[in-house]
């Protein structure tokens, strides 16, 4: 078998891991509010301190996604984002960038696009890797591999409530890292985290040597250094939308982006976090 060169998301692990620290991922719905806002808006998250980013794609019906998040992708939508324009914005983030960055979407509007055809645009446009978020680990196999063939990373959902089978699924099918779901339900904000999310740590732990992400309810600072605790990396998506909901016809829309995303990494910029 032949040996597959590390992506982006697989380096920056093993950077994270060097360095004794926690990786910060940030999640943004692509195009929202506009497509205009969304290079600008990486840009900021990057300045601010997130490691790895998940661009969502906008989808009509996200089962997944609390009201946050729906609202963006019905902002974007109504600006008529398309899966091309995002990769087009990829590429110019690339210009400047080397941050990972990772697709973040329902298969629906990949299907649509192609998805052979989606998996070279996404190498050439500089995508490092694909979370399918509705895409059934035990129908995954033929699609982590034709992703997998063009160098991409796959990442599935491991959640509170999957079953030891599918657990196993998930260990096999994912590269560069996998994806915890901290509670059952949609993406949103909490005021706690889940009891659920340590008992799910461990558990993967024993099933596999890829670093482990926890997103989903995760919106707060305590949070971040809570859960950094216990994983090697910490999503936070609906915060970030949040504050680009309300600030988006301010013109301080960026620097808050980057101060809140600042705000929200530094807990695992302190070594051993």
């Given at each position: 078998?032949?040996?597959?060169?590390?992506?982006?998301?697989?380096?920056?692990?093993?950077?994270?891991?060097?360095?004794?620290?926690?990786?910060?991922?940030?999640?943004?719905?692509?195009?929202?509010?506009?497509?205009?806002?969304?290079?600008?808006?990486?840009?900021?998250?990057?300045?601010?301190?997130?490691?790895?980013?998940?661009?969502?794609?906008?989808?009509?019906?996200?089962?997944?996604?609390?009201?946050?998040?729906?609202?963006?992708?019905?902002?974007?939508?109504?600006?008529?984002?398309?899966?091309?324009?995002?990769?087009?914005?990829?590429?110019?983030?690339?210009?400047?960038?080397?941050?990972?960055?990772?697709?973040?979407?329902?298969?629906?509007?990949?299907?649509?696009?192609?998805?052979?055809?989606?998996?070279?645009?996404?190498?050439?446009?500089?995508?490092?890797?694909?979370?399918?978020?509705?895409?059934?680990?035990?129908?995954?196999?033929?699609?982590?591999?034709?992703?997998?063939?063009?160098?991409?990373?796959?990442?599935?959902?491991?959640?509170?409530?999957?079953?030891?089978?599918?657990l196993r699924l998930i260990a096999e099918y994912s590269s560069g890292f996998v994806y915890l779901v901290s509670r059952a339900g949609v993406t949103?904000?909490?005021?706690?985290?889940?009891?659920?999310?340590?008992?799910?740590?461990?558990?993967?732990?024993?099933?596999?040597?890829?670093?482990?992400?926890?997103?989903?309810?995760?919106?707060?600072?305590?949070?971040?250094?809570?859960?950094?605790?216990?994983?090697?990396?910490?999503?936070?998506?609906?915060?970030?939308?949040?504050?680009?909901?309300?600030?988006?016809?301010?013109?301080?829309?960026?620097?808050?982006?980057?101060?809140?995303?600042?705000?929200?990494?530094?807990?695992?910029?302190?070594?051993?976090?």
């Amino acid at each position: 078998m032949a040996t597959r060169v590390a992506t982006r998301i697989g380096n920056l692990f093993v950077t994270c891991k060097a360095e004794k620290r926690k990786a910060f991922i940030a999640y943004i719905t692509g195009g929202d509010p506009t497509p205009a806002h969304t290079a600008p808006l990486i840009r900021a998250l990057e300045r601010g301190g997130a490691d790895l980013i998940e661009l969502g794609v906008p989808f009509s019906d996200p089962i997944a996604d609390g009201p946050v998040i729906q609202r963006a992708s019905d902002r974007a939508l109504r600006a008529k984002t398309t899966v091309a324009d995002l990769l087009e914005i990829i590429r110019d983030v690339r210009r400047t960038s080397e941050i990972p960055l990772l697709l973040f979407s329902y298969l629906n509007p990949l299907l649509r696009y192609g998805f052979e055809r989606l998996a070279t645009d996404a190498v050439d446009a500089g995508i490092d890797g694909v979370l399918l978020t509705d895409l059934c680990v035990e129908e995954a196999s033929q699609p982590a591999r034709q992703l997998k063939e063009k160098g991409l990373d796959t990442v599935f959902l491991a959640a509170p409530t999957s079953s030891e089978h599918r657990l196993r699924l998930i260990a096999e099918y994912s590269s560069g890292f996998v994806y915890l779901v901290s509670r059952a339900g949609v993406t949103g904000e909490r005021v706690s985290v889940s009891a659920a999310a340590a008992p799910l740590v461990a558990h993967m732990r024993r099933l596999t040597d890829l670093p482990l992400a926890l997103g989903f309810g995760i919106s707060t600072t305590e949070q971040v250094r809570e859960v950094g605790h216990l994983t090697d990396g910490v999503v936070v998506g609906s915060a970030i939308v949040r504050c680009i909901e309300l600030n988006e016809s301010s013109p301080d829309l960026f620097e808050k982006v980057e101060s809140l995303t600042r705000e929200l990494a530094d807990p695992l910029r302190q070594k051993n976090a």
